[in-house]
């Protein structure tokens, strides 16, 4: 990591501070949350200018993943929220067709697992 990304990942860490979504991590510790958590903490929890810092912050892969995996995977309870990050940061044609397709896709793996 380079300094940039230093500070993007302090920036965000911060950010998820204030709004208490790290009262569980020492603070010590919080430095090395993984990729995927900080992902799907700040898509759940910040706004489109952090979200927006995740993919200067991370490759476009690993932030789609991370999304699917940790995010759309939570079902109907983020529907709403999903179709935009599908529309807006992943560009699907269909938005609602495919997070549909993909909490499915996650449901299974979960059960065949």
Same mark, same amino acid.
């Given at each position: 990591m380079n300094?940039?990304?230093?500070?993007?990942?302090?920036?965000? #860490? *911060?950010?998820?501070?204030? +709004?208490?979504?790290?009262?569980?991590?020492e603070s010590d510790s919080v430095q090395d949350i993984p990729d995927d958590m900080l992902v799907e903490l700040v898509m759940l929890y910040l706004d489109i200018d952090e979200i927006n810092l995740l993919f200067q912050l991370l490759p476009y892969k690993t932030v789609k993943r991370a999304w #699917? *995996?940790?995010?759309?995977? +939570?079902?109907?309870?983020?529907?709403?929220?999903n179709y935009f990050f599908a529309w807006y940061y992943f560009h699907a044609k269909q938005p609602r067709s495919y997070v549909?397709?993909?909490?499915?896709?996650?449901?299974?793996?979960r059960l065949t697992a």
């Open positions: 300094n940039l990304d230093i500070d993007i990942k302090q920036f965000l #860490i *911060e950010k998820l501070k204030q +709004q208490h979504c790290l009262w569980s991590y #699917i *995996e940790n995010v759309v995977a +939570q079902g109907e309870r983020y529907y709403n929220l549909k397709a993909m909490a499915t896709r996650q449901l299974n793996k």
